[in-house]
């Protein structure tokens, strides 16, 4: 009889020791999925606080640029190619702000074959592909079936290498659709992009400055006597990323200043971070956007 309830006893003890494990066991998945929960809703609200700041910072920068037009006002002063400026706003997060006057660029709908060819070789891009590119661009957006000569390029040239589709016959919407030339390549594309736009209306553009700002050490000299070609500043692109820790939230968009698209309002308005440059060093419009986002 001792033997038998010594074995008994025994398993009541590993019974209870296992239910205690399991017990445990669901003890611990429970609080890590508290932890967890929690980590999430903070992270939630931290990353919606940012895209509130950044969204508040692109529409200061919007205000800042139509009061300046309207009212020649000296504002903010930010850099308006394209280069990022990093504000502090606080110990834990820092904005980082672009504008791109879009009148600084080559607009692919409205600046000329030859311009564009000019462009494209002061930018690098080989001589025939240069050309090749330049008939293309006008195939891809005329309304005709006419292939440009020296190397354009409408349905027949884009299935004879195999394409799936032809050219729009339209308007490009977007930089990105340069991709789609039967001429173009990653390379050459990656390029020129940082060059292009859809958004200058005049579709001129100051090419020695626009060389010396995108590769510096091959800007073409200015030729004797030719002008500067001055922005109508009516487009800019808007990019704002606030950053704490490893949060992020970013506002990205396209401010109409005049133009015959709209009035003055954003034509693009989309969520997105940019690629951030080094650590944070105040610019001048600094304080004056964080005493905008601290309020009265």
Do not use: K
């Amino acid at each position: 009889m001792s033997r038998r309830a010594d074995d008994e006893d025994g398993f009541v003890l590993v019974s209870v020791v296992m239910v205690l494990a399991a017990v445990s066991a669901l003890l611990a998945a429970a609080i890590l999925q508290m932890r967890t929960s929690a980590v999430l809703a903070r992270t939630r609200s931290d990353l919606l606080q940012l895209q509130g700041l950044a969204d508040g910072i692109a529409r200061l920068i919007a205000y800042d640029l139509a009061v300046g037009r309207t009212y020649r006002l000296v504002g903010l002063t930010l850099p308006e190619d394209g280069r990022v400026v990093a504000c502090p706003l606080s110990e834990q997060r820092t904005a980082f702000l672009s504008i791109e006057d879009q009148g600084l660029l080559i607009d692919l709908n409205r600046t000329p074959r030859p311009a564009l060819e000019e462009a494209f070789r002061a930018l690098g891009v080989p001589d025939r592909t240069a050309l090749a590119l330049g008939a293309e661009i006008v195939d891809y957006r005329d309304p005709n079936d006419i292939p440009e000569a020296n190397g354009g390029a409408e349905l027949a040239q884009y299935q004879a290498r195999a394409l799936p589709y032809g050219p729009r016959n339209g308007p490009f919407l977007s930089t990105d659709e340069i991709g789609r030339l039967p001429s173009m390549t990653a390379g050459i594309a990656a390029r020129l992009q940082p060059a292009l736009t859809v958004y200058n209306e005049a579709g001129t553009f100051d090419l020695a400055a626009l060389v010396r700002r995108l590769q510096p050490t091959a800007a073409p000299a200015r030729p004797e006597g030719h002008p500067r070609i001055p922005s109508p500043r009516q487009y800019f692109r808007l990019s704002v990323t606030v950053v704490q820790g490893t949060t992020r939230a970013g506002r990205r968009g396209v401010y109409a200043l005049g133009g015959t698209r709209t009035g003055t309002d954003f034509l693009v308005w989309q969520p997105g971070v940019a690629d951030l440059p080094g650590p944070a060093a105040d610019h001048p419009a600094c304080p004056a956007i964080r005493a905008a986002l601290a309020g009265p």
